[in-house]
């Protein structure tokens, strides 16, 4: 049987990486159906829009995406196009494995770190909820905040006051710790961590943490086995510098998840290395956690292992676990090596013995086929 699965090539180095995980997916022999599919800047200078309608019907249609980095220009333009999938098509979960990998250069190399965040995608500042400083409705909205508000006011001026609003609900709260809990259950891992503000806002972190609490209770009737626990946000960043290796699963609201999962990519070598899945009721996106470097566009110079392992993880999704299996280890023993990998894994980046994007998709792909021959 053939899996139907939108491939995405984004821009910058987007399609480099793509073909790479491609080929590498592929020769672990799991048989794909590729849908492949354009968005990102290039497109837009066609088309006129980033995304174009072909790419969700398509996601829509096979339920899966592998995709690669697209552009999200600073300040201007577009929207970013990966908060809008997760939006649109209801992928309320990303999750985010943070493994150390032998031969990764990492000062963290000792700590034996394998965190996974997962981070609720829907609520919080990223459900782009916002009033612009100087608009009029933005100065009502102020006005009518200190006029209900019966703790704290907004003291800045209303004409110079922008305002983003931090939604965050009983039903999404549930479901992201459920996910995390669920994650946990079915990976073997043995704690589940939820990270919070809640001492300061009361009202929306608050309610997220008393959530999390209900649902670790649930859990725990029928997985008494799973450890919870709760850490202000502030007190998880310094623990996890100091001592990650006690920490397993990590469930956070979006923008705190936004910046541990960064957090915790540098302490297992760099966003090179991160792999991350959006998934939801029915529909999973696979992704790198890292941006599509449009400066390195066409030089096949970047590193591949992000995206790659994010095609393991979408094998694993498709329940094509020996075959995952087998990819993760092939991605492993070439990092261990450290012969043919790209030059910000060689310990001087100006090693000239460092390989380029494709060779080092291919030496994985020749671990491939050793080990299927074995």
Not at 36 to 63: C, F, K, N, W, Y
Not at 308 to 322: A, D, H, Q, V
Not at 325 to 330: C, F, K, N, Q, T
Request: aromatic fraction near 6%; glycine fraction near 8%.
């Amino acid at each position: 049987m053939a899996y139907e699965v939108t491939l995405i090539t984004g821009d910058g180095v987007g399609p480099e990486l793509a073909e790479a995980a491609r080929r590498c997916v592929d020769a672990t022999g799991v048989k794909i159906d590729w849908d492949v599919q354009e968005a990102g800047v290039d497109v837009m200078e066609r088309t006129g829009t980033p995304l174009p309608d072909a790419v969700m019907e398509s996601i829509r249609r096979t339920h899966c995406a592998l995709k690669a980095p697209i552009t999200t220009p600073v300040g201007k333009g577009f929207r970013s196009i990966n908060v809008h999938l997760r939006q649109e098509l209801g992928l309320f979960a990303c999750i985010r494995p943070c493994k150390y990998y032998p031969g990764v250069r990492t000062f963290f190399s000792d700590h034996n770190v394998d965190l996974v965040i997962v981070r609720e995608n829907t609520e919080d500042l990223y459900a782009g909820v916002e009033f612009e400083a100087g608009k009029p409705e933005t100065g009502e909205l102020v006005d009518y905040i200190n006029k209900v508000s019966t703790d704290q006011k907004i003291r800045s001026g209303r004409d110079e006051t922008g305002i983003s609003i931090k939604p965050i609900s009983i039903s999404g709260t549930e479901r992201i710790v459920r996910c995390a809990f669920e994650y946990a259950r079915d990976n073997g891992r043995g704690k589940v961590t939820t990270v919070h503000k809640a001492n300061i806002m009361k009202y929306s972190d608050g309610l997220y943490l008393k959530h999390s609490r209900k649902v670790a209770e649930e859990f725990a009737e029928s997985n008494p086995d799973i450890e919870f626990e709760d850490r202000i946000v502030d007190n998880m960043c310094m623990q996890l510098v100091q001592k990650p290796e006690l920490y397993d699963v990590l469930v956070l609201p979006n923008l705190y998840g936004d910046i541990l999962s960064d957090l915790a990519a540098g302490l297992v070598g760099g966003l090179g290395v991160a792999p991350g899945m959006n998934v939801g009721t029915d529909i999973a996106v696979f992704e790198a956690t890292h941006g599509s470097a449009p400066k390195y566009k066409g030089l096949n110079k970047v590193n591949p292992t992000a995206l790659i392992l994010s095609g393991m993880l979408m094998l694993r999704y498709l329940k094509e676990t020996e075959a995952a299996d087998r990819l993760e280890s092939a991605v492993a023993e070439v990092i261990r090596e450290g012969r043919d990998v790209t030059y910000d894994m060689k310990p001087n980046r100006d090693d000239p013995t460092a390989v380029g994007t494709r060779e080092m998709a291919t030496a994985i792909c020749e671990k491939l086929t050793v080990r299927q021959t074995e």
